[in-house]
C-alpha cells in the first residue's frame, strides 16, 4: 500500500507507533520499524539528552529502516532540556519527529533546518491547522477514543476524521481507536493516509514492558477506560483500577477546585511501576477504548502483516464484491 504517508516517511507500511512513556524504548520502535512501519522512542522516557542520544544509537543497532522520536510538551512536574532533545535527534541522524501536546513552533525550525519530517498530533482540527500553517509535514488526528491524552473537545474520530479531511492540505493519519484492518481500511475511507496506534502496540511480543501489563489489556473491555484529570483541564484516559477510582471520587468531591497535588499520588511517577515492575494497581496510565478489540499478544511483525493482508482481503474481496454490476 503506497500513500502520501508511506511516501514522506520512506515506510513500507502506512501504519506507526505513537510515542509512549516507558514503553516507546528501542525495541519496540525497532520491532515497528523492522515490520515497515514506523516506531518511535518517546523522547522524554530518556531522563538526559544523553541518555536520549544512547537510545537513539540503540535503536539503530536494531534496525536499518527509518524510525521516529516523539517528544511531548504536556504540562510536566520537572523541565524537560528540550533543546538538549532536539540536538539528539538531530545528531542521531533521526529522520521523523512525532511531536504532542502544546504548539511544537519552538523547536520546529530546528528540525526543520535538519531536513527531519515532523508530524504533530493533535487532537482538534483547529490543531491540526494550526500545526500545517508552522509547517508541520503531517499531522495525526487524535480521537476522543484514544489512550493517554484526548483534550477537551470530547469529538471521536467518525466525526473528527472526515472533518480533517475536508480542511487540510498536509497528509494526515487517525489515531485512537486503531486496532486491526478494519481501523486501517476505515480510517483511509474518511481521508486518513495512514493510522497510528498506541495501546495495540502495547500488547506485542517486543514491546518491553511487564507481561501483567499486556495481560491486563488483553483482559480489559471497551467499557474499561475513564477520563481522569478533567478539572485541571489535562484529561487523560486510562485503565481503570483502584488508584483511578481514588482519583475520580477526589475530582468528583473537589471538582474545579481539584489541585494536581490532591491525586499526585495516584498519577506522578507510576509509569515505571507499572510498566517495569508490573505493579498495575500502584497508579493510573493510559490505555484506549481499543482494549477491547485486543485479544493477542503477536509479534508486531504478524500484527502488521495481519493488519496489511486483511486490509487487502477488505478491499479487494469485502468491497469488492459489495460493487453491483
Ligand atoms: C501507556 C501510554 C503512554 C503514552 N504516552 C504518550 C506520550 O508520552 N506522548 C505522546 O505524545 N503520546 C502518548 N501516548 C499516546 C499514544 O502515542 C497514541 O497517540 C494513543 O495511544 C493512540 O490511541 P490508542 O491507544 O487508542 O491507539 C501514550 C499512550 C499510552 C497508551
Redesign the pocket.
Known amino acids: 500500500m503506497r500513500t502520501r504517508i508511506t511516501d514522506l516517511f520512506g515506510i513500507q507500511h502506512p501504519i506507526i507507533q505513537?510515542?509512549?512513556?516507558?514503553?516507546?524504548f528501542a525495541e519496540l520502535a525497532a520491532a515497528v520499524s523492522n515490520a515497515g512501519g514506523l516506531g518511535t522512542i518517546?523522547g522524554?522516557?530518556q531522563r538526559t539528552a544523553g541518555d536520549l542520544a544512547n537510545e537513539i544509537s540503540r535503536c539503530r543497532d536494531m534496525t536499518d529502516k527509518p524510525f521516529a522520536v516523539?517528544l511531548?510538551f504536556l504540562p510536566t512536574v520537572s523541565s524537560p532540556d528540550y533543546p538538549g532533545y532536539v540536538k539528539a535527534i538531530i545528531e542521531g541522524g533521526v529522520t521523523v519527529v512525532?511531536t504532542?501536546?502544546r504548539n511544537p513552533v519552538q523547536v520546529l525550525p530546528h528540525l526543520k533546518d535538519a531536513g527531519i519530517k515532523v508530524i504533530h498530533?493533535c487532537t482538534s482540527v483547529r490543531h491540526a491547522l494550526k500545526a500545517q500553517d508552522i509547517g508541520c509535514d503531517a499531522v495525526?488526528v487524535?480521537g476522543f477514543?484514544?489512550?493517554?491524552?484526548p483534550g477537551e473537545d470530547d469529538i471521536p474520530n467518525m466525526i473528527l476524521l472526515p472533518r480533517a479531511a475536508d480542511e487540510l492540505e498536509i497528509p494526515f493519519v487517525s489515531?485512537?481507536?486503531?486496532a486491526d484492518a478494519r481501523s486501517l481500511v476505515a480510517s483511509l475511507a474518511m481521508g486518513a493516509e495512514g493510522m497510528?496506534?498506541?495501546?495495540?502496540f502495547?500488547a506485542t511480543v517486543e514491546a518491553p514492558i511487564h507481561q501483567n501489563v499486556k495481560n491486563a489489556i488483553v483482559a480489559a473491555t471497551e467499557l474499561d477506560t475513564r477520563l481522569i484529570m478533567r478539572p485541571l483541564r489535562n484529561t487523560e484516559r486510562v485503565l481503570n483500577n483502584a488508584a483511578v477510582e481514588r482519583v475520580l471520587a477526589v475530582e468528583a468531591a473537589k471538582g474545579a477546585a481539584t489541585a494536581f497535588e490532591d491525586i499526585a499520588a495516584d498519577v506522578a511517577g507510576v509509569y515505571p511501576k507499572v510498566m517495569m515492575d508490573g505493579d498495575v494497581d500502584v497508579g493510573a496510565?493510559?490505555?484506549?477504548?481499543?482494549a477491547g478489540l485486543i485479544h493477542d499478544i503477536p509479534t508486531c511483525q504478524q500484527l502488521i502483516d495481519r493488519i496489511m493482508s486483511e486490509a487487502d482481503a477488505i478491499i479487494r474481496e469485502r468491497f469488492g464484491h459489495m460493487i453491483a454490476d
Open positions: 505513537g510515542g509512549m512513556h516507558f514503553v516507546g518517546t522524554l522516557t516523539n511531548t512525532e504532542a501536546g498530533k495525526s487524535d477514543e484514544c489512550g493517554g491524552h489515531s485512537g481507536g486503531q497510528n496506534m498506541g495501546t495495540r502495547m496510565w493510559s490505555c484506549g477504548m481499543v
